[in-house]
T-cell receptor, first 119, second 114 residues
């Protein structure tokens, strides 16, 4: 079973459309993330949710709206898609953040990515 | 500001040769350190991580990395590269907090010659 799964894996859509990417994790984690990888392969965090509450929002345009219906799901909805939104979007999860009092720390597990192309 | 630099954008090695991928970070304190690998068209897989203790950490697929505080480095090494190691490698740092935010380097593309 895939630990962090995203759908769809590939998405081609026209400018101005609204689209969603879904993410589910079966690891029992309480923290989930969205990262964006641009055309230069640079990875940057967009959002982080802990127990369905938003804890990180990295100055992402408000056309991007994450929604966490429960701890196991974090969906990303994008309104009015623009050419610059073309990227790979990675969902990830962990049990708490990195410093949950464990000397060994925590690991962030990534999904396989969703390749979004806006034309 | 926190940052991660991977000085080598692209590296080509022959199969069976040794490998070292460089990673330097800028951070106010000792961060958590990670190496991830991304195969073409695939997601990110954790190779290894450093949180505390022994500064030489072992990972999967025969990789190891050494944390050198004095040099702010966390270089990834493998004694003998296999063709299947061709991929994109990312170094990342994370704050010792509960946010779980990772800051990634630009990545190093590894090509393996037969």
């Amino acid at each position: 079973d895939t630990a962090v799964s995203q759908t769809p894996k590939y998405l081609v859509t026209q400018m101005g459309n609204d689209k969603s990417i879904k993410c589910e994790q079966n690891l029992g984690h309480d923290t989930m993330y969205w990262y964006k990888q641009d055309s230069k392969k640079f990875l940057k965090i967009m959002f982080s949710y802990n127990n369905k509450e938003l804890i990180i929002n990295e100055t992402v345009p408000n056309r991007f709206s994450p929604k966490s219906p429960d701890k196991a799901h974090l969906n990303l909805h994008i309104n009015s898609l623009e050419l610059g939104d073309s990227a790979v979007y990675f969902c990830a999860s962990s049990q708490g953040g990195l410093g949950r009092g464990h000397s060994s720390g925590n690991t962030i597990y990534f999904g396989e990515g969703s390749w979004l192309t806006v034309v | 500001a926190q940052s991660v630099t991977q000085p080598d954008i692209h590296i080509t090695v022959s199969e069976g040769a040794s490998l070292e991928l460089r990673c330097n970070y800028s951070y106010g304190a000792t961060p958590y350190l990670f190496w991830y690998v991304q195969s073409p068209g695939q997601g990110l897989q954790l190779l290894l991580k450093y949180f505390s203790g022994d500064t030489l950490v072992q990972g999967i697929k025969g990789f190891e990395a050494e944390f050198k505080r004095s040099q702010s480095s966390f270089n990834l090494r493998k004694p003998s590269v296999h063709w299947s190691d061709a991929a994109e490698y990312f170094c990342a740092v994370g704050a010792r907090s509960n946010t779980g935010k990772l800051i990634f380097g630009q990545g190093t593309t590894l090509q393996v010659k037969p």
